[in-house]
């Protein structure tokens, strides 16, 4: 399927322009088929969306010597409309936005600020911020028309990098860290997100009527029994003895997985004594580790199956997780049953991943160009980095625990353009690459070498000015923008304190 690209060797980017007047706005990312440019203000109110247009002119040196008029930000891209999204105390999570290429919808989130110490109440989860409100805006990308919204309150939902979000085909599974849902979601044709179900506290749609029914059933013998004669003691019996999530019951999903643990135990052993050993110490023995679990992070795996993140509450809102311990567990949503359970030092599990990788993204059907991001199980190259990286380790647990730490992956976070294609063209990873993160700036250009000729530099990306940044000593970070298909990218350069500076790279 890589052959398909191939002309793209000798069609790749090979002029740039320096520091372009543009508007300032923090540009957040070309959509998977390359029809918009999504951008939001600086004061975070605003969505700005541009159209890429080709430009007029041409030359055949590398400096190009283009009309002034040719070497602005309009001569690139036409600006379709402005949308104000956020109202009030609310402010748009630059970091957060899904595609929906299909219809050509675009989904975005607004919040308030977000607080700490919290109450747990409700059944919220102890050390979990609070934001007050949380609103997921769904767009016509075409016109800006705002089809629908969906809001959470009082709630925790991770926006950064689409990470507590994830999008497959129609189907949008929010997870609320704080309450420990998993809100399935649908997103119709016609423009509107219907629930689908709630995963936590129960499973099934029914399961909450039938706790409550079976409740009341109890109360009710419990006091006839009793030969109690007035019902409004029974009234008040049944309503402080549902079932919420300040009692003693554990969640549905957490009693999926207990179950899943404990026949997977028993199972190992066929005589009964055996079995008690193994559960004493596999099982009991760390059984309030189990009941402690938080999810963390999910994605699909296909329309049916989810694959479940679960580890500490600290690790739950930590900017990075890789220390403490995790597990995953793959969820099927029809059954309501845990069909498989691995800590993230799983062997087995790695080596799924390790060969089986690109089925662990579960792109859209719709997104024919996501097909050609490379992963070490569809190309050779990225799997001769994923040995290096495996030979220098010291130990091959410690290994398997650093290349589980990106599952799940989160949603729409790799660019599908032909210049990250690695049966194409090798560069350093460490300044660039497709996935959709800022990254260490250099004032040295990122070479883009051919993998058919090794020796042949075929262009280069310079993020920051042309001659070069003038106080070498502050941070700077880059971003790159490159369009799914044509020879066109954005290089964004920030450094604190400073203008971002902006760099066009295109064809001549």
């Excluded at 109450?119 to 979990?128: H, L, M, N």
């Excluded at 350093?428 to 993160?437: G, M, N, P, T, V």
Aim: hydrophobic residues 35%; charged residues 20%; proline residues 4%.
């Amino acid at each position: 399927v890589h052959c398909a690209r191939q002309f793209y060797e000798n069609l790749f980017p090979s002029c740039t322009l320096y520091d372009v007047e543009c508007p300032d706005h923090s540009f957040r990312k070309f959509t998977d088929d390359g029809q918009y440019l999504i951008s939001f203000s600086r004061n975070h109110q605003d969505l700005i969306v541009y159209r890429p247009k080709w430009l007029s002119y041409s030359c055949k040196e590398e400096d190009c010597d283009l009309p002034s008029k040719a070497k602005k930000f309009d001569s690139f891209f036409t600006q379709l409309y402005c949308v104000s999204l956020a109202s009030s105390n609310e402010v748009i999570c630059k970091d957060f936005f899904l595609y929906v290429e299909s219809c050509q919808f675009g989904l975005f989130a607004t919040s308030t600020a977000q607080f700490h110490d919290t109450p747990a109440i409700g059944g919220a989860i102890q050390g979990v911020p609070s934001i007050e409100r949380i609103t997921f805006h769904l767009l016509r990308l075409e016109d800006g028309m705002i089809l629908d919204e969906k809001v959470f309150r009082n709630d925790f939902v991770n926006l950064a990098h689409n990470m507590g979000v994830f999008l497959y085909d129609d189907l949008l599974a929010i997870v609320s860290l704080r309450y420990q849902t998993i809100h399935i979601l649908q997103i119709r044709e016609s423009g509107n997100l219907v629930d689908i179900r709630a995963i936590g506290t129960f499973c099934r749609e029914d399961d909450e009527l039938f706790l409550n029914s079976s409740t009341q059933c109890m109360a009710i013998a419990d006091k006839s029994k009793m030969h109690q004669s007035s019902w409004s003691h029974v009234e008040n019996s049944v309503h402080n003895t549902q079932p919420s999530s300040d009692n003693s019951f554990l969640s549905g999903i957490k009693q999926r997985l207990l179950s899943f643990i404990f026949r997977g135990i028993w199972n190992e052993e066929r005589h009964n004594s055996m079995r008690v050993q193994g559960l004493k110490k596999k099982f009991y023995f760390h059984f309030q580790d189990y009941v402690d679990l938080i999810i963390w992070k999910v994605q699909f795996l296909d329309r049916h199956h989810l694959l479940i993140k679960f580890g500490s509450v600290d690790g739950g809102v930590s900017r990075s997780a890789d220390h403490h311990p995790s597990f995953f567990a793959v969820y099927n949503m029809d059954t309501t049953e845990i069909v498989a359970f691995y800590q993230n030092s799983a062997e087995e599990l790695y080596l799924l991943f390790e060969q089986f990788c690109d089925h662990f993204y579960a792109t859209s059907r719709n997104s024919l160009y996501m097909n050609f991001i490379s992963s070490h199980s569809n190309n050779i190259h990225a799997f001769e980095q994923l040995q290096s990286i495996r030979n220098k380790a010291s130990s091959f647990s410690q290994f398997v625990k650093k290349m589980l730490a990106s599952l799940p992956f989160s949603c729409q976070s790799l660019s599908p353009s032909p210049y990250f294609d690695q049966s194409l063209f090798r560069f350093d990873e460490k300044l660039i690459s497709a996935a959709d993160r800022h990254r260490p700036s250099t004032d040295h250009p990122i070479k883009f070498i051919s993998r058919r000729q090794p020796c042949t530099l075929k262009f280069k990306i310079k993020p920051g000015p042309e001659a070069g940044s003038i106080d070498c000593q502050k941070r700077k970070v880059s971003s790159f923008l490159f369009h799914p298909f044509l020879p066109l990218a954005l290089s964004i350069q920030q450094t604190m304190f400073l203008q971002p500076s902006v760099n066009i790279h295109f064809r001549g």
